[in-house]
């Protein structure tokens, strides 16, 4: 299993990035997927998920502005993000797991202990 996040950049306020996670040795309409953040000196956190069920849920700042897709036939995972803030700048990570375990997955994404592939980080640096 592999993965190669790309897309990141800088760029103003208002603006907007595409993220792509370009994934192999797997099926990835078979995995739950997920795009993480990390800001500097802070543990990386959730932004956006598909789940095993195809559920797809927020994390609550980006709701409305993010949007998580996949290309199943490029084998490919999206972050569209419009509306950029400067608060959305960090290192951003995409993710998969065959199958996640775990409490309020009705409602809401997997951890982050639940995946064990990740792709490298992207940087996505927004200014005022």
């Known amino acids: 299993v592999q993965l190669q996040a790309s897309g990141g950049g800088s760029v103003q306020s208002g603006s907007s990035l595409r993220l792509s996670c370009l994934t192999s040795?797997?099926?990835?309409?078979?995995?739950?997927v997920g795009w993480f953040r990390q800001f500097p000196g802070k543990e990386r956190e959730v932004v956006a998920c598909?789940?095993?069920?195809?559920?797809?849920f927020y994390e609550d700042s980006v709701k409305g502005r993010f949007a998580i897709s996949r290309d199943n036939a490029k084998s490919t995972l999206y972050l569209q993000m419009d509306s950029l803030r400067p608060e959305d700048t960090a290192v951003y990570f995409c993710?998969?797991?065959?199958?996640?375990?775990?409490?309020?997955?009705?409602?809401?994404?997997?951890?982050?202990?639940?995946?064990?592939?990740w792709g490298q980080g992207t940087q996505v640096t927004v200014s005022s």
């Open positions: 993710a998969a797991e065959r199958v996640i375990y775990y409490s309020n997955s009705h409602n809401s994404c997997p951890p982050r202990w639940g995946y064990n592939s």
């Open positions: 598909i789940n095993n069920d195809r559920a797809i």
């Open positions: 040795g797997f099926a990835l309409e078979d995995y739950a």
